[in-house]
């Protein structure tokens, strides 16, 4: 079945600019996640998604980032104002609820901030 | 809070050769343990896992084992191939209700004919 989908597969913004970054778990899963993968950072968790309401937002690393999840499927990720600290592989994750099951990854969206 | 620790690379070794990534972990409670891997150009995917003490996860010839009493989950394999050359990570879960995973640094392995 398909896999997990994000677009753009690439994105290439000036700073100060916003973006969207879009996600489309496995249908079925109702756990959705975010992360970034960077290089001086490793990989980091960014928010997650139970149905269309997110009980962690932790990992957002500042109010310029936020997301939303409608009809407990698509995932869109924003962040406003881009800076050149946000360039970074941003990488969406599904799976079914529980904490044990396994999350299937997207291919990412790599952002870079001119 | 919880974290994951990894043997740092890069990881040379020749085609055949014995493999061990060290992993450690800080955790509360008790997480789920896994081993991702990334081949070059394609995304994140599972390896293997493991959800309570003294499992063992294996898959293609890996395999670790959940070491409550060292919260270690090393990974092994007895022959690698160049095919095997990518990053791998380790992570573990919480145990809480979010299941948001906590990922080492990672560990290059490079595998040479």
């Known amino acids: 079945g398909a896999g997990v989908s994000q677009s753009p597969s690439n994105k290439v913004t000036e700073k100060g600019k916003d973006v969207e970054l879009r996600c489309d778990p496995i249908?079925?899963?109702?756990?959705l996640y975010w992360y970034r993968q960077s290089l001086g950072q490793g990989l980091e968790f960014l928010i997650y998604?139970?149905?269309?309401?997110?009980?962690?937002k932790s990992g957002l690393p500042s109010d310029r980032f936020s997301a939303e999840r409608t009809g407990g499927s698509v995932s869109t990720l924003t962040i406003q104002r881009t800076q050149q600290e946000d360039s970074a592989v941003y990488l969406c994750?599904?799976?079914?609820?529980?904490?044990?099951?396994?999350?299937?990854f997207g291919p990412g969206t790599r952002l870079t901030v001119l | 809070g919880n974290s994951v620790t990894q043997m740092e690379g890069p990881v040379t070794l020749s085609e055949e050769a014995f493999l061990t990534i060290n992993c450690t972990y800080t955790?509360?409670?008790?997480?789920?343990l896994f081993w991702y891997v990334q081949y070059p150009g394609e995304g994140l995917q599972l390896l293997l896992k493991a959800t309570k003490a003294d499992d063992k996860g294996s898959n293609k010839g890996f395999e670790a084992t959940y070491r409550k009493e060292t919260t270690s989950f090393h990974l092994e394999k007895g022959s690698v191939q160049v095919s095997d050359s990518a990053v791998y990570f380790c992570?573990?879960?919480?145990?809480?209700?979010?299941?948001?995973?906590?990922f080492g640094q990672g560990t290059t392995l490079q595998v040479k004919p």
């Open positions: 994750a599904s799976s079914l609820a529980r904490h044990s099951d396994t999350q299937y």
């Open positions: 955790a509360t409670g008790y997480p789920s």
């Open positions: 249908s079925g899963h109702t756990a």
């Open positions: 998604f139970q149905g269309n309401s997110a009980p962690d």
């Open positions: 992570a573990l879960s919480d145990s809480g209700n979010t299941g948001k995973l906590i």
